[in-house]
């Protein structure tokens, strides 16, 4: 039997789906650039510079790894009933919000569902929603990134089941406005907003998913808690929709590791968002310099990456550059992005490195 013969039996969804347009790895682009500085700055990932809290790491060892987690994840869910101001029946703990995104999808869309993707934003909405059969609808921001409600209100109908937002949007950063959510709820569609940058933004709209049963919140520790590697996310919702997606999920979905470090990073938020404030504090500074060269322009934002515009520049050309320095940024292959790229903000050291190297090429 051949993979002709193979691919007969599959999911037809799979023969020609969009795959997630994911970072390669440090190690990959070494090897395919044939790298040669000492020096990796890694900027094209979001992540968090400094890394999760200290006790994070010495409580490791002692966590069990020979059993499995608690499928209620109580522990975990009572602290974020603390941390969110919400009950512990609203909260889903989740293998990062990655996670949720595809179990939303497969509660909620069926084959011939159309999804509106309000482009540019997150890629694996799409990719998500593809997979589950949906047709993609392309909504294009403006020229700040900002949500067109006529648009959406022209292309939304009843094969529209659920809408994502997030906020701040990635790749762009900006945040969205009261008003897209009073008017995307009014829709009268399931809206998820995607809150992975909230601890750097401040703003959040959790407290309205008890007054509004069709409002989900997803929430990471990858970025403010420095928790990537361990994938540990959440979802905020009404009960009725939290009990579903609980008994939906994979039922041990959260290592013993990632749970206990969610917890101990709850533990201690205080010294968690004083390096909050420092990698604000960095992208401000980043922003500022960034915006005296005459050859790029930096979008505003409220997350911990900056989206900036390059003109007379060869985008591609540069970004190798940057590589053979050991510069790593993120560039994006949508037509919305052309001549964008994306930087996550380091810690001081590493923002004035990448800094200096970007000037050598563009001056």
């Given at each position: 039997?051949?993979?002709?013969?193979?691919?007969?039996?599959?999911?037809?969804?799979?023969?020609?789906?969009?795959?997630?347009?994911?970072?390669?790895?440090?190690?990959?682009?070494?090897?395919?650039?044939?790298?040669?500085?000492?020096?990796?700055?890694?900027?094209?990932?979001?992540?968090?510079?400094?890394?999760?809290?200290?006790?994070?790491?010495?409580?490791?060892?002692?966590?069990?790894?020979?059993?499995?987690?608690?499928?209620?994840?109580?522990?975990?869910?009572?602290?974020?009933?603390?941390?969110?101001?919400?009950?512990?029946?609203?909260?889903?703990?989740?293998?990062?919000?990655?996670?949720?995104?595809?179990?939303?999808?497969?509660?909620?869309?069926?084959?011939?569902?159309?999804?509106?993707?309000?482009?540019?934003?997150?890629?694996?909405?799409?990719?998500?929603?593809?997979?589950?059969?949906?047709?993609?609808?392309?909504?294009?921001?403006?020229?700040?990134?900002?949500?067109?409600?006529?648009?959406?209100?022209?292309?939304?109908?009843?094969?529209?089941?659920?809408?994502?937002?997030?906020?701040?949007?990635?790749?762009?950063?900006n945040e969205c406005t009261d008003e897209d959510v009073e008017f995307l709820l009014s829709l009268n569609k399931i809206l998820v907003i995607d809150e992975a940058y909230f601890e750097f933004s401040k703003k959040s709209y959790s407290e309205l998913v008890k007054q509004h049963k069709n409002l989900i919140i997803l929430r990471s520790m990858s970025k403010w808690a420095g928790l990537a590697g361990l994938r540990v996310g959440y979802g905020l919702m009404s009960t009725?929709?939290?009990?579903?997606?609980?008994?939906?999920?994979?039922?041990?979905?959260?290592?013993?590791?990632?749970?206990?470090?969610?917890?101990?990073?709850?533990?201690?938020?205080?010294?968690?968002?004083?390096?909050?404030?420092?990698?604000?504090?960095?992208?401000?500074?980043?922003?500022?310099?960034?915006?005296?060269?005459?050859?790029?322009?930096?979008?505003?934002?409220?997350?911990?990456?900056?989206?900036?515009?390059?003109?007379?520049?060869?985008?591609?050309?540069?970004?190798?550059?940057?590589?053979?320095?050991?510069?790593?940024?993120?560039?994006?292959?949508?037509?919305?992005?052309?001549?964008?790229?994306?930087?996550?903000?380091?810690?001081?050291?590493?923002?004035?490195?990448?800094?200096?190297?970007?000037?050598?090429?563009?001056?």
């Amino acid at each position: 039997m051949d993979y002709k013969d193979i691919k007969k039996l599959m999911n037809p969804q799979f023969e020609s789906f969009s795959t997630y347009d994911s970072m390669p790895s440090n190690e990959s682009l070494i090897k395919k650039y044939s790298i040669n500085s000492e020096k990796i700055v890694k900027l094209n990932g979001n992540e968090n510079p400094f890394g999760p809290h200290p006790k994070v790491i010495e409580n490791i060892s002692s966590i069990p790894i020979h059993t499995y987690p608690d499928d209620e994840y109580i522990n975990s869910r009572k602290a974020l009933a603390e941390y969110t101001k919400l009950e512990m029946d609203n909260i889903v703990v989740s293998c990062g919000s990655d996670e949720l995104i595809d179990l939303l999808f497969r509660i909620f869309v069926t084959p011939g569902d159309e999804v509106l993707d309000f482009t540019p934003t997150f890629g694996m909405y799409a990719v998500r929603a593809e997979l589950a059969g949906a047709k993609i609808i392309p909504i294009a921001r403006d020229s700040n990134f900002q949500l067109d409600h006529y648009k959406i209100k022209e292309k939304i109908n009843d094969k529209t089941k659920i809408l994502f937002l997030a906020s701040p949007n990635n790749p762009t950063g900006n945040e969205c406005t009261d008003e897209d959510v009073e008017f995307l709820l009014s829709l009268n569609k399931i809206l998820v907003i995607d809150e992975a940058y909230f601890e750097f933004s401040k703003k959040s709209y959790s407290e309205l998913v008890k007054q509004h049963k069709n409002l989900i919140i997803l929430r990471s520790m990858s970025k403010w808690a420095g928790l990537a590697g361990l994938r540990v996310g959440y979802g905020l919702m009404s009960t009725d929709l939290a009990s579903l997606s609980m008994s939906v999920k994979n039922p041990y979905n959260v290592s013993n590791i990632a749970e206990q470090s969610l917890i101990i990073s709850l533990e201690q938020k205080s010294y968690l968002m004083d390096r909050i404030s420092d990698i604000i504090a960095e992208r401000e500074s980043l922003r500022k310099k960034l915006s005296l060269l005459s050859d790029i322009y930096v979008y505003p934002s409220s997350a911990n990456f900056l989206l900036c515009k390059v003109s007379n520049v060869n985008l591609e050309d540069l970004n190798i550059k940057l590589i053979k320095d050991g510069v790593f940024i993120r560039l994006f292959p949508s037509k919305s992005l052309e001549n964008c790229f994306r930087v996550s903000i380091g810690t001081k050291e590493e923002n004035e490195y990448f800094y200096k190297v970007l000037v050598n090429y563009i001056q």
